[in-house]
């Protein structure tokens, strides 16, 4: 333990680091996925292309991407927006898809229902759909906030410093403590972060615990419930 | 685009191809560990995945094992291991973490793909008066294979991916030359290495992908429903319950 005690500073200026780096590819990667995917779900024929090549990009081993992506577009390897930009990649290929599952799993009753009362499909999406496949969205965000800590961390081999930096630096050291508390920091930074997924869902869907609970009470009374 | 050149020209020349780095050498070791620590994870994971599914029974388990692994930076479980096993056991340290890695996708495809099968066919199958070991042989094996094989791509890549950053300890594999060039600044070999690697896994995936299409059994095919199909890219799913009730195949990338 001394040797977490003796360097809590370093480990807490880490997770911040780390930190930033996951919730910039994160945020990042929603935003880039939520165009996308509304695209692959309208239009049948670019939803196939669309996934496979997410997919086929998420295939690649972070290593190998982390070192193609520069030598494609001709930056530096070594630099943090490097890291961040693979990061990115990978949280776009699991949310288009949560994406489009989510928009597959709205009503179409109820996305008539918002056309006949006249809104356009700008609004139609902004105001009925994207909230309806929110919660679909979220459990994809979820996946992909806690599998981008994680990842993170081989941003290290590259050079550039997060809480990957306890491993190498503990395995040239020899300190088992050093590698042991890289380890439980992203874990805990990763539940950290699930968790205060699960309460911005709670905040912002607060209809989902209603319908959830109305769904039960009409399956109880026997007539069709809808669960979300 | 002299940068990708140079990574050929790295590549075709004969000092690549001889000596205890050769790259076939690095393949062969690459395949050995991922092979390896795949089947081990898989005669631990599968049987015990069949079993909670046929059963019911473990379900949170298996879930909680295969959310949890999530958070695991693959990179520092094998510097732990490492360092915990000393540093003269480096192959045992990692394969060890790669079994670990394996083992979650392993587990949730094989349970999985019998929990989504139709409790009506296996019911039926019962019915018919097929004794329990014949539903699970006969029905809820041959249903559940495209998840169980979407579970064992998952592993594979993954294992893939760990073993390429398991060249920072000196296991050899193919990325050897990216971890070796990086601090030398020899680009022309990083590149190199990192095409090699993304190769690798994409043949695998496509390997994998066609032997998920192949599993589908003839009926459920004919049906038209290909609705075991683990990962249906490009396909158009039915609406509904599309990702939210089994989301645990989805595949984990980790390093």
């Known amino acids: 333990m001394t ?14 680091v780390h930190l930033r780096q996951s919730v910039i590819a994160l945020v990042l990667g929603i935003v880039v996925a939520v165009p996308l995917g509304r695209f692959a779900w309208r239009y049948r024929l670019v939803r196939g292309p669309v996934i496979l090549l997410t997919g086929l990009l998420y295939t690649i081993p972070s290593l190998a991407l982390l070192i193609l992506l520069p030598a494609l577009f001709g930056y530096s390897a070594t630099s943090e927006s490097n890291l961040v930009a693979a990061l990115t990649i990978y949280a776009v290929a699991i949310l288009v898809r949560s994406v489009a599952d989510g928009l597959d799993a709205v009503d179409a009753d109820v996305r008539r229902a918002a056309t006949a009362m006249g809104y356009a499909p700008a609004r139609r999406f902004w105001t009925v759909e994207l909230p309806l496949a929110a919660p679909v969205i979220l459990a994809g965000v979820r996946v992909a906030a806690v599998s981008t800590i994680a990842l993170a961390t081989v ?5 550039v410093t997060n809480l990957g930096y306890l491993f190498t630096n503990g395995l040239d050291r020899r300190l088992i403590e050093e590698v042991f508390a890289g380890v439980v920091a992203v874990v805990l930074l990763a539940i950290l972060v699930d968790v205060l997924l699960v309460l911005l869902g709670r905040l912002l869907m607060p209809w989902q615990r209603a319908t959830n609970g109305r769904a039960k009470r009409s399956r109880a009374t026997g007539t069709a419930g809808v669960s979300a | 685009m002299n940068l990708f050149s140079d990574a050929v020209r790295w590549l075709t020349d004969p000092e690549q191809w001889t000596g205890s780095y050769a790259l076939p050498t690095l393949l062969g070791q690459h395949l050995l560990y991922t ?9 631990i994971a599968v049987p015990a995945g069949w079993l909670i599914g ?10 909680a094992i295969s959310g949890a692994a999530r958070a695991i930076p693959s990179f520092g479980l094998l510097i732990l291991l490492v360092l915990l096993f000393g540093v ?3 192959p045992a340290a990692a394969l060890v973490t790669f079994v670990l890695l394996g083992i979650p996708s392993l587990l949730a495809g094989a349970y999985t793909g019998i929990e989504a099968i139709d409790r009506r066919v296996v019911d ?18 041959r249903l559940g294979l495209p998840l169980l094989i979407g579970g064992l791509r998952a592993a594979t890549l993954q294992v893939i991916a760990t073993v390429t950053i398991a060249a920072y300890v000196n296991l050899g594999g193919l990325g050897w030359p990216i971890i070796q060039g990086i601090p030398l600044r020899r680009f022309d070999q990083v590149l190199a290495g990192a095409v090699l690697v993304a190769g690798l896994a994409l043949i695998v995936d496509l390997l994998f ?13 004919a049906a038209g429903g290909g609705r075991q199909d683990a990962e249906p890219r490009g396909r158009r799913r039915p609406a509904s319950r599309a990702r939210l009730n089994t989301p645990v195949v989805s595949r984990q990338h980790s390093e």
Do not use: C, Y
């Not at chain 2, 092979?35 to 005669?43: E, G, P, T, W």
């Not at chain 2, 046929?54 to 879930?63: F, K, L, M, S």
């Not at chain 2, 039926?124 to 809820?140: I, L």
């Open chain 1, 3 to 16: 040797w977490i005690l003796d360097n809590l500073g370093l480990i807490l200026n880490l997770t911040v």
């Open chain 1, 155 to 159: 941003g290290t081999l590259i050079g």
């Open chain 2, 35 to 43: 092979v390896l620590s795949v089947l081990i994870a898989a005669v």
């Open chain 2, 54 to 63: 046929h059963t019911g029974r473990g379900r949170e388990v298996a879930v």
């Open chain 2, 88 to 90: 003269l056991q480096v």
């Open chain 2, 124 to 141: 039926a199958a019962r019915a018919m008066g097929m004794t329990p070991w014949q539903v699970f042989w006969k029905v809820e094996f």
């Open chain 2, 209 to 221: 992908a066609l032997a998920q299409r192949a599993a589908v059994p003839a009926g459920v095919r």
